[in-house]
């Protein structure tokens, strides 16, 4: 929630303003840019809220939204769909914490480069993240403004939510967990091998590829990778069965 201090270790922040605190409901707006390689940059301008529950357990929850302070701009990519949730709590027995994320996120990529950014680049970020963690206390004599106004504005938990968790199992319903896991063991196994029809029209397009494509390998190559790689999320899951 440091902004400023954000900007020293997270290098795809280029811009962060506050743009409205909320003391009545203890929310914030803020817009931010981030510039990724070989894109255009991304304007992110969202609302979060903090809330502390019990056993020094941290909530946070952040979404997009609109802003009169905040009009867009073609020089940026407006993110139009962004929800993040935390929940950041001591682990018991240990000089540790847990963070639970569920995160959705939509900055106008096409499904497979999103898919492969995020896998190549997601472990990356969660350690880089740690790394500046454990400078965070060393690196700062006093809170900056941000974090000032994020702590005094953070609310408590209702009492009423945190009657029960979300990785407790309630004794009440066994039969439930045993139902499920029998009904589980009795699906039909998927195989992971792809159909005999679909591997032998892959060897003939990969075939009649090479031959159209003599001289110009790579080029006849990429195309190959390209179409089968369509074929393969595009068939039937049916298939596979």
Not at 82 to 90: A, H, L, N, T, V
Not at 178 to 195: F, V
Not at 210 to 236: E, Q
Request: include cysteine.
């Amino acid at each position: 929630m440091d902004n400023d201090y954000r900007k020293q270790w997270d290098k795809t922040v280029v811009e962060h303003n506050q743009l409205q605190v909320d003391e009545s409901d203890g929310s914030e707006v803020g817009q931010t840019v981030k510039k990724f390689p070989l894109l255009k940059p991304r304007e992110y301008v969202l609302t979060w809220k903090l809330w502390e529950g019990r056993d020094k357990t941290f909530y946070c929850y952040m979404k997009e939204c609109e802003h009169p302070l905040a009009p867009r701009q073609r020089k940026y990519v407006r993110v139009e769909i962004f929800r993040s949730g935390w929940r950041i709590r001591k682990v018991p027995g240990r000089n540790a914490c847990e963070i639970t994320m569920f995160h959705q996120e939509d900055a106008g990529l096409n499904v497979e480069m999103a898919k492969l950014a995020f896998s190549k680049g997601i472990w990356s970020y969660v350690c880089k993240m740690d790394n500046a963690l454990r400078r965070y206390s060393a690196a700062s004599c006093h809170l900056s403004s941000s974090v000032t106004t994020s702590v005094n504005l953070m609310q408590k938990v209702p009492a009423c939510l945190e009657s029960s968790t979300s990785d407790d199992v309630s004794p009440a319903h066994p039969t439930m967990i045993h139902d499920q896991a029998t009904q589980e063991s009795q699906m039909p196994a998927i195989s992971r091998r792809p159909s005999r029809k679909l591997v032998t029209n892959s060897l003939l397009l990969l075939g009649g590829a090479v031959l159209l494509s003599r001289g110009h390998s790579s080029l006849g190559a990429k195309v190959v990778m390209a179409y089968i790689v369509t074929k393969f999320s595009k068939r039937d899951p049916k298939s596979n069965q």
